[in-house]
């Protein structure tokens, strides 16, 4: 759910650890999952979508005494045929030094162009920056050829830009691009410049946080970090799939911190990955260790307010008089603030952490997900419910343990509940769930701070399927006679999560838009069939089961059209893939996602000979599971599939056995058939009849006596005559 982002992750992380904030060094992992720095031309990639500002919003001046200049290192040549994209990149110097509030940070990039294709990602430069809370200075731009210096300080112009992103998303961030093209930049050239960001956090003035990478996608000569602190405010460090540790001297009143990371050998990022397991190593650097500073940072912009616009709060107490019981106001409260207040996030300045007053939510009519969090959590305290917000992380909450607290380790906002001894998890931007208390689709974002006096993370819980929640069912007919048409009818369900997936799937498209979508499904499989009748939606909110039902004919000549009755395709859909990366080398798990459970099922009718399942075979693993059954009758054929994820990783060392499994899981889901064959006629069989069979046995004896009686007759009187007569 992409749109649920609200523009804090990176915003006060220390300039290396987002996209947004490395200006002019290396990007962090966590955002975008690569090693280059933004020197690549991330001003190139993206749309520019609105007009130029003042070059004069990044200064020009030298570099402040307190920082360090070092020799540019050289490339290993051994790992020459590593470089990608014609950039060697040389040094990577990031230096900082604490303020009275806030910080101060130095950025130096050097890097060669090898060949032609660097030209045009290294030819430029990118500062990113957000203008309430950073001031810019580039302190120098050089171009290094064949050993002289060219100083391009002075005729460096920039264009600068406000790109929102994640407009798309509801989501508008403030930031800015400075972007310059370098004159005269040749194969060969090294281009070395620096800049300075001076750096007033708006919120959590007091708290530090610094996350950077200890290898890169690409070779590197040096990686070097450098922070300078008071003594009396020791730092913590933390480090995730590297054992890197930093030299720490005295300079005065200060401890200097080093880290230096000579030619790192370049690391492969795989994909699939759960967020648990590192893809790189990273090093945590914070001015604490405790939770509870995050809290305290924040925790006071986020206490429910008491009084609410009279028309709201005659909702809220709507609610009230009509469900006494706790747990049924809780989720009609959540519905409420869900369905009436559109997703919008203004996270421009101060407003990335703190959110707005629910009544002007309500005025506005929109919020991002700390507004809605704030306006749910303060209706449920109205409605006499103990509810309180709790920052979250979409894609990296699963590992919020394993880094040191920050408030850039955010981006979502949810509340908990807690009634009786039952805490429940509340996403204010999920839109239209259903259910009810004991069944409604609760958040699950791996670990969660509640903004309490008590703060510490807490692990959410995870779901557990143990029925399928999306059920299909094709039923075709064949006709009965010739020239009537085939028809096909599709039934589907929807439970739980994927109830609400559903519904606001339909919010958010039209019936005609969705409908011609899933005829353009059928069409591939079987042309010219056509849709007969609109999509018949029933939704049952409070059960959170939604069904649709599809209607469709294909006309005898399309059936009878290129023998596709006598090759008719049977297929069972799961919805989408599951994952399958490379294994070459491969040694992280593979990320199976949420939990997934569907049945699918096709049915047969009007047939003319009794059809067999029996090459349809189960797939298992203790991974994913296929089962399929089947069963006919003389005019109908049954065929029926159950796909379950069983894990939601898979360990490396198994990957060969579930990519194999992947491929048997493929091979048994579609089948062809000659539904145009009919069994042979069963040769005639005499019915018996007693009375008959008694007539027969009787006139088979007489003709036996005869046979036998009237020889012996003959004799007899032939014996006398010979005795008497002579």
Known sequence: MARLYFGWKGTEKGLSSSLRGQMSACISF??????RCLVILFGLLIGLNSPAMSDDMVLRGPTESWVKQVDIPAADPARSDQVKNGISWLLSDDQINHRAVGYVEYWRTVYKIVDRPGLEQGAGIDLQFDPSRHKVTLNHLQIIRDGAVLDRLEDVKFDIFRKEKDAEKGVFDGWLTAHANIDDVRVGDIIDYGSTYEITPLVGKELFFKSFASEWEEPVALIRTTITWPTAQPLHV??????????????????????????????????????EYPAWGSVDVSSTANWQ??????????????????????????????????ADRMVQAMQLVQDQIRYVSLSIGAGSHIPRDPATVLRSGFGDCKDKALLLASSLVRLGISAEVALADLDQGRALDQHLPALSNFDHAIVKVKIGTQTYWLDATNDLQGGKAHNFVQADYGFALPLSSTGGLEKMPSPVLTSPSVQVEEQFDFPRKSGDPLTLTVFSMYE????????QKLASQSLTDLSNTYLQYYSKQYPGIRSIAGLDIIDRRDGNVLSVKESYQLPADALAANDLAKQFTIKADLGGSLPTPTMVGRIGP?????????????????LKARFSGEQIKDVITPYVSLKASWSNTPTEFRVGWN???????????????????????ADNLQWQYDFTYEDPPLAKVKVRDPAMEQRQVI????????????????????????????
Do not use: C
């Open 30 to 35: 966590r955002e975008v999952k690569s090693f």
């Open 496 to 503: 739980d999560a994927n109830a609400d997936w559903m519904r």
């Open 643 to 665: 796909f379950q994820t069983l894990e939601t990783e898979v360990p490396a060392k198994a990957i060969v056995d579930y990519l194999k499994s992947v491929d048997d899981i």
């Open 590 to 606: 593979i990320s199976l996602g949420t939990p997934f459970y569907k049945r699918y099922s096709i049915v047969m009718r009007n």
């Open 699 to 726: 006139a088979s004896m007489f003709l036996l006596s005869l046979l036998v009686g009237v020889p012996f007759f003959i004799a007899y009187r032939r014996s006398r005559h010979s005795v008497f007569g002579g």
């Open 238 to 275: 933390k480090t995730r799939g590297t054992q890197l540790r930093p030299s720490i001297s005295s300079s005065g009143s200060d401890s200097v911190y080093l880290w230096e990371i000579a030619n790192p050998k370049p690391v492969k990022v795989e994909d699939n990955l759960p967020a």
């Open 293 to 326: 500073s995050v809290v305290d940072a924040v925790a006071a912009h986020y206490k429910p307010v008491t009084s609410f616009p009279a028309d709201f709060a005659a909702k809220l107490d709507a609610i009230a008089i009509k469900h006494p019981v706790p």
